[in-house]
């Protein structure tokens, strides 16, 4: 569902309102009997889905819980759903970065399965995260590819989850008739599965896109059908979204008081839910209404929690939005130097988004145009070949019908059978000449995505490099200036590799190497990113982790990599390794890998296979 945009408010806040997607839980297929203590998949992610309407963050743990306990190479398609809901409640909660995260490794289990349905279920969540962060173009590329492989499959419930995506980015761009179009066919499917719950979220749109055209009195009955509908349904959170919708539709209609009713009783659902996106618009709105009301002061508490959600979760667009509300109540109040500095702070926010936006076309326009390159030396060098061929055809069709003048009437005839036969091999030559280039096309988009993925990852283990790491740690460096949590990261070298690269050759090293990091990976937590910091060097990054629960982490890392030998073309040969730890103070990340690093090679210095930690006076195993 959609929150709508403003009659007064600007062109820019729309596009930055939060959108609420059709949940893909009904998606799902049971797994085997007894996965996590459950009957089944479907159990637990009912379960899981019943804790999101109360309590977002108890609803990821279960789900971080889960897979834990998971193996995700032995159970792809498993964890493929699991992922994909918890990339859908981090992007509710605007953790945009890390639901990508999430949905990168739902990618890689996708590809292992024999049905295609769980990938592309993986590409129409990333086309909804796109469209939260405003990346109009690159949303409606995905969701409209997701369409065209749901109607292939006959798939109706993505078929029509992709229809309500497209819905939504027409309306965020502020073309509500063509949404409502969009809508009203998802609707049509849902009516025909007979999924109440789903057909009220589109009602509720539905009614949103009248608002944008100035139709408020069309709106209110669909918004209160799809009230009616989430809370018959027990949706508590797709009630939230219909009571805001409510009350920006009356305060429209400039019915205040019934207006800041349904605002008041919405607005702590969204907060318990941790729906900020659409508790920032919600607070914005409150405050509107407040100094429609004449009492400007009152307006001040609303617009100030809602600049501090912008904040919280660094939103330039939200900052932008709240900056310029609070310069015009300061106005109001007659408080022009607070009113300059809201200003201002809104224009660098504007700067800030403007400037992000503009360095991710210049790349996305670099990127295509290298692509135009190279398909265009491809169609040239295959219009060339099918040149050649056709003149070839029609040299000897033409030394034929020379021959064929020659010969009375029936000469004639056949003379111009063979003329049309000539003209359609002509015909079937293109044909396969245009086959040949699209083929190649999709051969260079491949090649372009095996690059961009190769940049990130190293080429022996398959593990992150350090480019990846450097982009994952800017994510969590800013998440912890949020909420505060540690970050604390180990630094490992195995001992004595050496002598093993010399002993066994560096055959068996680089599988001694590949054998370890799928080792490692398998002791640590989704969260954690395992890099290959360079030659027999390993980078652990480890989110919301002291120091001493960090030392814990790795001690089942070390145990888990001399429990037993690795098997090499060598025969069995056994591997131990040393780490140091350290957290990372402030944004001060080199320092903490020299802290580590000097860890590290004090525990060597003691005898290796251990974890030292780094503290003030000295080292602590």
């Not at 769980?118 to 590329?141: C, K, S």
């Not at 630094?491 to 055959?507: E, M």
Request: charged share 30%; glycine share 6%.
């Amino acid at each position: 569902m959609t929150i709508p945009n403003q009659h007064r408010r600007s062109t820019s806040a729309l596009l930055f309102l939060p959108i609420c997607f059709l949940l893909l839980t009904g998606m799902v297929a049971a797994a085997p009997d007894g996965v996590f203590g459950h009957e089944s998949l479907d159990e637990l992610l009912s379960a899981v889905e019943a804790q999101a309407q109360q309590d977002p963050q108890k609803a990821l743990a279960t789900l971080e819980s889960a897979l834990a306990e998971l193996e995700l190479d032995e159970q792809p398609e498993a964890a493929v759903k699991l992922l994909n809901r918890r990339a859908e409640l981090l992007r509710d909660q605007g953790e945009t970065e890390q639901a990508l995260l999430a949905l990168e490794l739902a990618e890689d289990l996708a590809v292992q399965l024999d049905d295609p349905v769980p990938a592309v279920q993986v590409q129409q969540m990333r086309g909804t995260i796109y469209l939260d962060r405003a990346d109009f173009d690159r949303a409606l590329e995905i969701n409209m590819a997701v369409l065209n492989q749901a109607q292939a499959l006959a798939h109706a419930e993505l078929e029509a989850a992709a229809r309500n995506a497209i819905g939504n980015i027409y309306f965020s761009l502020e073309q509500p008739e063509r949404a409502r179009r969009f809508y009203r066919a998802a609707a049509e499917i849902y009516e025909e599965l007979d999924s109440r719950e789903r057909l009220g979220s589109l009602l509720g749109n539905i009614g949103n896109t009248y608002n944008s055209e100035g139709r408020y009195q069309e709106a209110l009955p669909y918004q209160r059908q799809s009230l009616r509908i989430a809370r018959q349904e027990g949706r508590e959170i797709g009630a939230a979204y219909q009571l805001i919708n409510l009350c920006n539709t009356l305060w429209l209609l400039e019915r205040m008081e019934d207006a800041r009713g349904y605002c008041r009783e919405g607005i702590p659902l969204l907060e318990d839910a941790g729906h900020y996106r659409a508790l920032h618009f919600a607070l914005n709105l409150m405050g509107d209404l407040r100094v429609a009301e004449g009492d400007p002061e009152a307006a001040l508490s609303y617009l100030l929690r809602a600049l501090e959600i912008a904040r919280e979760m660094d939103s330039p667009r939200l900052r932008e939005a709240s900056h310029g509300d609070l310069s015009s109540l300061y106005e109001t109040l007659g408080d022009y130097q607070a009113a300059l500095e809201h200003a201002r702070a809104q224009f660098e926010a504007h700067h800030e988004v403007m400037d992000s936006e503009r360095q991710q076309r210049i790349v996305e326009l670099e990127q295509s145009y290298e692509a135009e390159l190279r398909r265009q030396e491809i169609t040239a060098r295959e219009a060339e070949i099918s040149r050649l061929e056709l003149e070839s055809e029609l040299k000897e069709a033409s030394l034929r019908e020379r021959q064929t003048l020659m010969l009375v009437a029936f000469s004639l005839f056949v003379a111009t059978a063979i003329v049309a036969l000539l003209l359609w091999r002509g015909y079937m030559l293109r044909r396969r000449s245009s086959r040949r280039i699209e083929e190649k096309n999709r051969e260079l988009n491949e090649a372009l995505k095996t690059i961009s993925r190769l940049a990130r990852q190293d080429p022996l283990t398959g593990l992150a490099n350090r480019r990846r790491l450097m982009e994952v740690l800017k994510s969590e460096l800013s998440r912890r200036h949020r909420t505060g949590a540690p970050l604390t990261l180990a630094l490992g070298d195995i001992d004595y590799f050496k002598q093993l690269n010399d002993q066994y050759g560096h055959q068996v090293g680089d599988q001694i190497l590949m054998g370890l990091a799928k080792r490692m990976r398998s002791c640590l937590r989704e969260s954690d990113l395992l890099c290959r910091w360079g030659g027999e060097e390993f980078l652990i990054l480890m989110p919301e982790t002291d120091a001493e629960e960090a030392r814990l982490a790795m001690e089942k890392v070390c145990a888990a990599v001399a429990a037993k030998p690795f098997e090499t073309d060598a025969g069995p040969v056994e591997v131990t390794i040393t780490f140091g730890v350290a957290s990372v103070r402030g944004d001060d990340f080199k320092s903490a890998v020299r802290v580590a690093d000097r860890a590290m090679y004090a525990g060597k210095h003691q005898g290796r296979n251990r974890v030292m930690v780094r503290i003030e006076g000295g080292d602590a195993e």
